[in-house]
């Protein structure tokens, strides 16, 4: 079993940044794939960046790529989402999930196991 605990979400103004953490706590942290999603009021939930097991491979969606950054800390069984330069599109309740992914499933939500409770992000200018 896996627990997932998301942590740093809050108001902040167009341009500004956050970094979310995401806590680990279970099995083994290098045996899956960590992921963000973010789920708008009436939208579904969308994905946008995961990291491999091991952290060699790194995935970003479109609206976020070149902003956001994705990093984990085996030491701190941690994820981290590195927000900058955030706009009033990136509102959200912000996700971490844990799964068996890669190259080519990595954006699927399906193919993740565990989630977190979320942690609402909110841009405002």
């Known amino acids: 079993q896996v627990t997932l605990v998301e942590s740093g979400g809050r108001l902040v103004q167009t341009g500004g940044s956050l970094r979310l953490s995401c806590a680990y706590y279970?099995?083994?942290?290098?045996?899956?794939?960590m992921a963000w999603f973010r789920q708008a009021p009436g939208e579904e939930r969308k994905f946008v960046s995961s990291?491999?097991?091991?952290?060699?491979?790194?995935y970003y969606a479109d609206s976020v790529k070149g902003r956001f950054t994705i990093s984990r800390d085996s030491d701190k069984n941690t994820v981290y989402l590195e927000m900058n330069s955030l706009k009033a599109d990136d509102t959200a309740v912000y996700y971490c999930?844990?799964?068996?992914?890669?190259?080519?499933?990595?954006?699927?939500?399906?193919?993740?196991?565990?989630w977190g409770q979320g942690t609402q992000v909110t841009v405002s200018s």
């Open positions: 990291i491999n097991y091991n952290g060699q491979s790194k």
């Open positions: 999930a844990a799964g068996y992914t890669d190259s080519t499933t990595y954006a699927q939500s399906s193919n993740y196991d565990y």
């Open positions: 279970g099995r083994p942290f290098n045996l899956y794939s």
